[in-house]
């Protein structure tokens, strides 16, 4: 390890910039600790010319956002040649895209909640489907721009075609699915355990609830019957494997068990760059199955390739 020089790559110019930091440099710490020559890159317009100069032996991907997981950043590593973490070019513009994931998701018989992608300048006076539903982002990542419409509501949400946007034009509107919010980390081709998210003090898992000390609680292992733990496991591990991705990647469902135990699972988004920052769900639930820090990141250096 002493003689592999790994590039953590971090930073960048997405909305999603100070997680980025914050799991690089977690990242880079677990990497010297486990005795990797590591070098801190904030990620700019010259990240090609930068890593000519530096010439690693591997990049970890702490990027997250557009440029950093829509298959920006793997697109030059792949020009350099220079191996990485993660998923690979396809893969990750396919899971950054909301429409298109869901699209393959279904596709591989992943259960998905309805929805549409609109304009949001053609979200004004008429709800675009009947409330609840979620308006977001189609090209974002950490709950950015997520807006939930209640059932009641008189019209949509204003911020969606105010000045105050600031996440693109194209957005999805889906069914607001009831009930609680679980996760499922893959590392490679096993599918590790299941966590309950709880949000402390929001209505939903938004960016204050993910990366805030004491935003949410972690329930790891989720408190959920057998099959349902099952279930999301494998459900996992096919849109893990449908969209293409490698290394490591986390899953987000809605699990709704109102009306019966095994109620119903809905798959939302597959995140191909996991946060890595202390409060973040892929560590923690790498660390369930047996895995420390160290050598979780450590895997996933000596995963790294091209052409993924």
């Known amino acids: 390890m002493g003689d592999r020089h790994v590039a953590v790559l971090m930073g960048g110019f997405s909305s999603e910039r100070p997680v980025s ?40 991907n702490a990027l997250h956002g557009p440029f950093g997981e829509d298959g920006t950043i793997q ?18 513009a396919l ?38 539903y979620v308006v977001k982002p189609v090209n974002e990542g950490s709950s950015f721009g997520v807006v939930i419409v209640r059932e009641g509501e008189p019209h949509p949400p204003q911020v969606i075609t105010s ?3 600031r996440y ?17 980390l893959i590392m490679g081709d096993v599918a590790l355990g299941v966590t309950e998210i709880v949000p402390v003090g929001h ?18 292992p989720a ?23 490698r290394g490591v990647s986390r899953s987000d469902f809605r699990y709704d068990d109102r009306f019966s135990p095994n109620g119903e699972v809905v798959w939302l988004e597959v995140n191909t760059q996991p946060g890595m920052t202390p409060t973040s769900l892929a560590p923690e639930l790498a660390r369930h199955a047996g895995h420390s820090f160290e050598e979780f990141v450590s895997w996933m250096v000596e995963d790294a390739s091209c052409r993924r």
């Not at 408190?223 to 991705?245: D, F, N, T």
């Open 75 to 92: 697109g030059v590593l792949e020009f350099l040649d220079i191996p990485y973490t993660h998923s690979g070019v396809l893969s990750s």
């Open 223 to 245: 408190e959920i019957s057998p099959i349902v733990y099952q279930k999301i496991r494998s459900l996992a591990l096919k849109a893990h494997q449908a969209i293409g991705c």
């Open 203 to 220: 209505g939903f898992y938004d960016y204050d609830s993910k990366y805030l000390a004491g935003g949410s609680n972690h329930i790891c």
């Open 168 to 184: 693109g034009d194209r957005v999805m509107v889906e069914r607001f699915v009831h009930g609680r919010e679980l996760t499922c």
């Open 95 to 132: 899971a950054m895209d909301k429409k298109l994931a869901k699209i393959v998701a279904r596709a591989a018989g992943v259960p998905v909640a309805e929805s549409k992608v609109m304009n949001r300048f053609d979200i004004t006076s008429a709800h675009p489907m009947k409330p609840p």
């Open 21 to 60: 930091l914050a799991s690089g440099n977690a990242c880079a710490d677990a990497l010297e600790t486990a005795g990797y020559q590591v070098t801190r890159v904030d990620v700019d317009h010259d990240i090609a010319a930068t890593l000519r100069d530096l010439k690693p032996d591997v990049c970890f």
């Open 163 to 165: 000045s105050e946007w």
